[in-house]
């Protein structure tokens, strides 16, 4: 019989991968045009994944790691997080 793990963290709230991904521009001094530029992605696109409208899929992860430096696993994984917590709270 398995039991499940007594000390497992479970947060109450997440926050959206774009606000990661605008911290994350911000840190190299970079507008979000410009990150729409060197990803090839509209600026709409990027500031709909800003605004937590739009996921990060996994085509733009790998644009994320070329232009940013950071790993695509990296904005798979709080995609991932970000939406198994919001299906477990009922969010739509």
Known sequence: MSRAPQNEYTP????P???TLLEAIEAKGM???E???RT???KRAIGQIIGGKAPITPEITLRLELAL???AP?????ERDYQAWHMKAGGA
């Open 40 to 42: 090839g992605l509209s």
């Open 12 to 15: 109450d709230y997440v926050y």
């Open 31 to 33: 507008s979000q045009a």
């Open 69 to 71: 430096g950071v790993p």
């Open 35 to 37: 990150l729409a530029a």
């Open 17 to 19: 991968p774009g606000d």
């Open 74 to 78: 990296f904005w798979s994984q709080l």
